[in-house]
């Protein structure tokens, strides 16, 4: 990865809105998470002043790219990703990262995902046979869907068979490379990427639905910028679900609810209205705000829980702590990362935790 130059003199050291909006740096209190002190470690250790180690390699990975820091800084424009994925790069390829981040990489090399399942253990294991027919949509499930929380694969199918659909799944499908360039393995990353786009491009499909914000942030970003521009359509489910939503038809519920917007759903692309469309048409859901949300909404820990599960609890802790205090009794968001994260957090309360997709699939009628 390259520095970013002018994203690291966008910063006049004012510390306030990069402490006060950084939930890593609220629970650890580690001022090494923050991007101010993050420029200057970089540019510390490449004015050979200071010697990387373990300790220093925890505190650059327990931030983890929710761009909350960004959106308070009183720099416009700003994008805290280059550097972020330039310390990372720097830690991992020094060995000093989480030893779980080597194990994530090896996963990653191995088997193509990041849990190291492999394909005689997946989890979505029902067979979509395809032929060469155009298909309306093709289907993405990404990693945290396929190894953590397959169900919301299973609902997103029902409502699709529900509103006649027709839709082509890669049973074998790969990670599609974020994480991998999150964590700081920029080559793999790369590798990972043009094996994924050749494999999507073989299907011939209308749009392609994609049910993680990562992947879908990747799909539409991060591929473009690396020359992978896919020729069809890429959106998230709510997009997809937020143009058919005359069509489908849910039981009433009286369930009050509270809506988490996933980062890289709403910071990272900006889709704040359509699960909210959904959540108001759908259900008359109302009051269904956090205290900060949309821009300003927490994070749940991200993929910090995939090496430091106690760590990543903490975060989602607060999240689950609000939604006790609001007296609502259905969390709802539309990222299995954060599903995954908020469930383990909240699973000693009454809370019920749902993806979107698995609560519409839950009240419709058939
Ligand atoms: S909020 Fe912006 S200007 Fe202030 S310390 Fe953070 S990066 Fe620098
Ligand atoms: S991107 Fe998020 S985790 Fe990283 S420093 Fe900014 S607020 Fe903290």
Same mark, same amino acid.
């Given at each position: 990865m390259k520095l970013d130059i002018k994203s690291q003199r966008q910063c006049i050291y004012c510390h306030n809105f990069c402490k006060f909006s950084c939930s890593p740096y609220l629970s650890e209190k580690d001022q090494k998470i923050l991007q101010t002190q993050k420029n200057?470690? &970089?540019?510390?250790?490449?004015?050979? *002043?200071? @010697?990387?180690? !373990?300790?220093? %390699? =925890?505190?650059?990975?327990?931030?983890?790219?929710c761009k909350r820091c960004e959106y308070y800084c009183i720099y416009d424009g700003k994008?805290?990703?280059?550097?972020? =994925?330039?310390?990372?790069? #720097?830690?991992?390829?020094? %060995?000093? !990262?989480?030893d779980e981040v080597y194990k994530i990489e090896e996963n990653?090399?191995?088997?193509?995902?990041?849990?190291g399942l492999d394909?005689?253990? @997946?989890? &979505?294991?029902?067979?979509?046979?395809?032929d060469d027919n155009e298909y309306d949509i093709y289907i993405y499930s990404g990693d945290y869907v396929k190894h953590l929380e397959p169900q919301v694969f299973d609902s997103f199918v029902k409502i699709l068979d529900m509103l006649d659909i027709s839709y082509v799944y890669d049973e074998d499908e790969i990670s599609d490379g974020i994480l991998a360039l999150d964590l700081g393995m920029a080559d793999l990353s790369k590798n990972l990427m043009e094996e994924n786009f050749c494999k999507i491009n073989k299907y011939k499909f209308k749009k392609m639905v994609v049910l993680s914000p990562e992947c879908c942030y990747g799909f539409k970003v991060e591929y473009e910028k690396f020359g992978y521009k896919f020729k069809n359509n890429v959106v998230h489910?709510?997009?997809f679900i937020n143009d058919y939503i005359n069509n489908i038809k849910v039981s009433k519920t009286n369930d009050r609810i509270k809506?988490?917007?996933?980062? *890289?759903?709403?910071?990272? #692309?900006?889709?704040?209205e359509e699960p909210r469309n959904i959540l108001t048409k759908l259900f008359g859901a109302k009051d269904f705000e956090f205290f900060k949300n949309k821009e300003e909404s927490n994070c749940c820990g991200g993929y910090i829980s995939l090496y430091d599960r106690d760590f990543s609890n903490n975060i989602s802790m607060d999240i689950i702590r609000e939604c006790k205090e609001s007296g609502c009794n259905v969390?709802?968001? !539309?990222?299995?990362?954060?599903?995954?994260?908020l469930k383990r957090a909240g699973s000693d309360c009454r809370i019920k935790i749902y993806d979107l997709l698995e609560y519409i699939d839950m009240h419709l009628e058939r």
């Open positions: 200057y470690l &970089i540019y510390l250790h490449n004015n050979k *002043k200071l @010697k990387l180690d !373990a300790e220093l %390699g =925890r505190s650059v990975y327990l931030c983890n790219d994008d805290v990703l280059p550097n972020n =994925r330039y310390s990372k790069e #720097l830690i991992f390829k020094n %060995g000093f !990262a989480p990653l090399k191995k088997y193509k995902n990041a849990f394909t005689k253990k @997946k989890k &979505i294991n029902k067979s979509y046979h395809h489910y709510t997009e809506y988490l917007d996933p980062c *890289k759903l709403g910071r990272f #692309l900006g889709i704040f969390l709802i968001t !539309a990222c299995p990362l954060c599903l995954n994260n």
